[in-house]
């Protein structure tokens, strides 16, 4: 049997009245600018990718010259389109709204062009986030209108490039992995409907925070430490790629928690809400996983500013709910 596109998947979308063309083009047009980063990515050192730019973004990071570059090809690729009010970039200190001398669309997009960018110089996944939101009628797109919770979200994907390079999509209607071919640079529908397994027995969280995290995310984690002779009685597994997409991506594919909560250092938590948490928790809870800051689902949080941080905690939606009861409880 033939495989679906993405092109022939977002069209059935369509079809079924999920999507409208629209939100059909302008996933399509992030698809083809992940694949153009997926390139850049791909060539290394050979493209001029690694090292720094010489530059802090809005968080005060220093950036590298592979996030400039992805910035700069999602900005292009999304300009003039007509599909977009206005967009939001973590490169980008302010919202970025759609010049005047082009169609302005219903759609507002935010990214995260080069996620896991510590990674680049080393030949480890990276990848790229982004989610949907609808820009209301009549209305100029400013910083508030982003400010909006991760349930209203339309769409959210992110692309993984790894050894393959992977894509992963909702529009509200599952999960669906895509797999970039290389030979006919189109992505290639490949995992249906993903479900995340309800238990797990392995861990993702930077365990070099230990001695700052709060008594119940200590609490579980050496509840999983004790393994067999503990009070959970298996043994755990702990992987940790320091790149949120790989190890999201694993959590989809064989299940899995993922953390990375607040602590006495990272106060409000250190991923970003806007970009990394509500698109990450759609998908996730689209493929039957859960998604908490600790305490309230992320979906449901309402935003103050565009570059918010947040404690994240999500995958298997039994150790989820076992971490945010630890919360409730302490
Ligand atoms: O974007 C932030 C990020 O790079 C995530 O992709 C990743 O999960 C995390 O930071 C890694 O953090 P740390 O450097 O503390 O391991
Ligand atoms: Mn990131």
């Not at 400039?68 to 302010?94: C, Q, T």
């Not at 993903?194 to 993702?204: N, R």
């Not at 995290?213 to 609490?219: A, D, Y």
């Not at 992987?239 to 607040?262: K, N, T």
Request: proline letters at 5%; aromatic letters at 8%.
């Amino acid at each position: 049997m033939r495989r679906a596109s993405l092109t022939q998947f977002l069209i059935e979308r369509q079809r079924a009245g999920r999507i409208n063309a629209d939100l059909r083009l302008l996933i399509e047009t992030i698809a083809r600018a992940c694949k153009a980063i997926s390139t850049r990515v791909n060539k290394g050192s050979l493209g001029g990718g690694h090292g720094s730019a010489g530059s802090e973004n809005v968080q005060g990071e220093i950036q590298k010259n592979l996030d400039v570059m992805s910035n700069e090809i999602l900005l292009e690729a999304n300009e003039w389109g007509g599909n977009l009010a206005a967009l939001v970039s973590e490169e980008m200190e302010d919202v970025k709204p759609t010049p005047t001398h082009y169609p302005r669309g219903e759609y507002l997009l935010l990214f995260d062009p080069l996620d896991g960018s510590s990674n680049i110089d080393v030949n480890i996944s990276v990848g790229t986030i982004f989610s949907v939101l609808r820009c209301p009628k009549g209305v100029e797109p400013d910083e508030k209108v982003f400010l909006q919770p991760g349930r209203n979200q339309v769409a959210a994907g992110f692309a993984v490039y790894g050894p393959t390079t992977q894509l992963v999509i909702t529009v509200g209607d599952g999960a669906y992995g895509f797999t970039l071919d290389r030979e006919t640079f189109t992505f290639v529908l490949t995992q249906e409907r993903i479900k995340i397994p309800e238990d797990t027995a392995e861990f993702a969280i930077n365990t070099s925070n230990m001695r700052r995290w709060e008594p119940p995310v200590k609490r579980y984690i050496d509840e999983c430490l004790a393994g067999k002779d503990g009070p959970r009685g298996k043994d755990f597994n702990m992987r940790w790629v320091a790149s949120m997409v790989a190890d999201v991506y694993r959590v989809l594919s064989r299940g899995g928690i993922f953390m990375y909560p607040r602590d006495s250092k990272n106060k409000d938590g250190r991923l970003r809400l806007m970009y990394e948490a509500n698109p990450m928790a759609f998908i996730v809870e689209q493929a039957g996983g859960a998604a908490t800051d600790g305490r309230n689902r992320i979906l449901d949080i309402q935003p103050h500013k565009l570059h918010q941080r947040i404690a994240v905690v999500l995958g298997s939606k039994n150790e989820v709910d076992r971490v945010t009861s630890y919360h409730a409880n302490s």
